[in-house]
């Protein structure tokens, strides 16, 4: 039934935002009673957090999964990999467009955009360790200025108007993080250096 209920807030939070939206409307869609939702949920805040908290960990799954997948096809430069990450990232977002625009263009409950920061860094440090890039500030600069890249590529992608549109979109995004290569080869190499010095 919890997966029923996310499934209802999604589509009305979509439709109303989070301010507008009401848990009776939340109810008729998925056929739960008012005290199952509360009983689940506590209250709309924690309804919307909940629902958060689901497409966040789908969105890491997905990207986990691109990585994953290159990895099985032999991929084993970091950039790569982050690359196909960043694709499978990013393909999933038309079709879970409403969600993007639920937490990253709707109105939100308070304490929301604490907890999206806390999601972006917990990213950020991902990014950091699947590229392996020297411990250095300016690596860590160079790093959420390409996390902070695909995060917003995802706007650019929901607004288009078709899938075709929005595959198009896509591939561009790409192409453009393609070009950011080059600013964390540098990085990358600078820990390979640090090791060789280490080694007796």
């Not at 009673?33 to 957090?49: A, E, P, Q």
């Not at 409950?109 to 950020?124: K, N, T, V």
């Not at 390409?146 to 995060?151: A, F, L």
């Amino acid at each position: 039934m919890r997966g029923e209920i996310l499934d209802a807030a999604r589509e009305v939070f979509a439709l109303r935002g989070f301010a507008e939206a009401g848990v009776n409307e939340v109810v008729e869609r998925s056929g739960a009673s008012v005290g199952s939702i509360y009983h689940h949920f506590g209250s709309k805040t924690d309804l919307f957090m909940a629902l958060w908290e689901r497409h966040h960990e789908e969105q890491i799954a997905i990207a986990r999964q691109g990585v994953v997948d290159a990895q099985a096809a032999g991929v084993t430069d970091p950039f790569d990999l982050l690359v196909a990450g960043a694709r499978a990232y990013l393909e999933a977002t038309w079709p879970r467009r409403d969600l993007v625009r639920i937490f990253q263009v709707g109105d939100t409950p308070p304490g929301f955009s604490e907890e999206q920061r806390r999601g972006g860094r917990a990213w950020l440090d991902r990014n950091f360790r699947l590229l392996g890039t020297a411990d250095e500030p300016v690596n860590r600069v160079l790093v959420w200025l390409v996390t902070s890249y695909i995060g917003e590529a995802r706007r650019e992608i929901c607004k288009q108007r078709t899938p075709r549109a929005a595959r198009e979109q896509v591939e561009v995004m790409l192409e453009v993080l393609e070009r950011m290569r080059p600013l964390l080869a540098g990085a990358t190499d600078m820990r390979l250096a640090v090791r060789d010095d280490e080694e007796p």
